[in-house]
């Protein structure tokens, strides 16, 4: 008969039918005596026939989720049942409910919620593991069966991409003996696939940095999927490029702005640094001003207040000329190319964007520094897929957040042995905000 108290344990086929009280505040919880009372125990797994000949009884102590705060001790007494069929393998067998398995240690809800708290609540294998009583080698499966379960198979279809790499570890290597060469096992990057229009989050992950594992991938999604494909946001790699443009030649690459004014300030450092060298003969040093005005260098001028940029130009032109004057040259080639970019989502005009570009070529030309030629060509060489950037305002912004949680994850573990578990740990991860798991209704 189903109680109260069978209700509020909440085991489909188990009857609660005594609970003993025992010391609380020496931290024993109740116990809990529990019959069966689905009549479905009774059928034989091998067969399907159900048993009408008992053997014996038996005592099992599954553990489960607290109640009411409080980790109860389970005692299930259940019968041993004999296979009457001739034929079946099974002579005997015990009771077993879709919540207690057979020869089960832990309820499937306990499991499933040690898998769970790691996959959507972002602990650690050893947090759940402490959290929920179990081991680690139990809550590590758990979590493996539950992220399987609830990860889709295979990505949606997706009209913008984004691409990035990031970095795991340390790379490890075999000597082959036939080859006569060290041959890497494990590789220390991962690529990335982001969703950057639907909200999927990680799409999926490839060991290695490689062309080939890029085209992979993307082959391995279908021709359907990748034609819907429109836009590609990637960094300044040469290696997406190539893939991009063989797996997907109908897409539109677009560079990541960020790398490019990155790109714009190493140039501008490399050049206060070795001018530096060359003017005062070592590195710049605290009363050096090019040396303190070198985080300022580096921000863009309209988000600084006049009161910072005039002294700071000020400051340049007092030093000396071989010093001084280069640097300012350099900074003004740098918020030459940001007034290129800062053109995106503005639907400009080709004339004003040949304009500011002429600029830009006109002071690097003009400046005589190595550092900036080479920018300058650089720039060149990606204007296709920066120009893409300026009319489209597409940006890689999801993948480096995605890689951020990548990093923020392994850290937490203390980092992966596994590449195959760290891939599952991350993608569960970053998709836990479009599987709605961060969603507080």
């Not at 350099?330 to 503005?346: G, H, I, M, Q, Y």
Request: hydrophobic content about 40%.
């Amino acid at each position: 008969m189903v109680n109260d108290t069978t209700r509020l344990l909440g085991l489909d086929g188990l009857a609660v039918a005594e609970v003993i009280a025992r010391d609380e505040h020496a931290g024993q919880g109740p116990i809990v005596w529990l019959a069966t009372i689905d009549e479905q125990a009774r059928v034989c797994p091998g067969c399907g026939v159900r048993a009408t000949r008992m053997k014996e009884w038996v005592i099992t102590r599954p553990r489960d989720l607290p109640v009411g705060g409080r980790r109860c001790e389970l005692l299930w007494r259940k019968r041993r049942w004999i296979c009457s069929t001739a034929v079946c393998p099974r002579r005997t067998f015990t009771e077993q409910v879709p919540q207690v398995p057979a020869r089960a240690r832990l309820t499937e809800r306990l499991r499933q919620a040690s898998g769970m708290a790691v996959a959507d609540g972002g602990r650690t294998i050893v947090q759940s593991a402490r959290d929920h009583g179990v081991s680690w080698p139990v809550a590590s499966a758990a979590f493996t069966a539950y992220a399987e379960r609830m990860l889709p198979a295979e990505p949606q279809p997706v009209t913008v991409l984004g691409i990035d790499e990031t970095r795991r570890g340390r790379p490890r290597w075999v000597y082959d003996e036939a080859a006569r060469a060290w041959q890497a096992v494990v590789d220390r990057w991962h690529v990335g696939f982001v969703d950057l229009s639907h909200g999927q989050g990680l799409l999926g992950q490839v060991e290695g940095r490689t062309t080939q594992v890029v085209i992979d991938w993307l082959q391995e999604r279908g021709q359907k999927w990748k034609e819907q494909v429109r836009f590609v946001a990637i960094d300044m790699c040469t290696i997406f490029k190539a893939a991009v443009r063989a797996a997907l030649p109908h897409a539109v690459l677009v560079v990541d702005h960020f790398h490019v004014v990155q790109l714009a300030n190493t140039a501008l450092t490399e050049i206060r640094r070795r001018l530096t060298v060359q003017v005062r003969g070592r590195r710049g040093r605290k009363g050096n001003r090019e040396w303190e005005l070198r985080n300022r260098l580096t921000r863009s001028a309209a988000r600084m207040h006049g009161a910072q940029l005039d002294p700071m130009i000020d400051d340049l032109m007092a030093l000396p000329k071989r010093l001084g004057a280069p640097i300012l040259a350099a900074w003004n080639a740098k918020e030459d190319l940001l007034d290129v970019l800062a053109l995106a989502r503005t639907h400009p005009d080709r004339t004003v964007i040949a304009g500011r570009l002429f600029r830009f070529y006109d002071r690097c030309a003009a400046s005589g520094l190595p550092e900036l030629e080479r920018l300058a060509s650089t720039i060149e060489t990606w204007w296709p897929e920066i120009l893409a950037f300026i009319q489209t305002g597409i940006t890689n912004a999801g993948s480096e957040g995605t890689n951020r949680v990548i990093k923020t994850v392994a850290r937490d573990a203390y980092g992966f042995r596994n590449p195959e578990s760290q891939r599952l740990r991350t993608r569960c991860a970053t998709t836990r905000k479009s599987r709605g798991c961060l969603n507080p209704a």
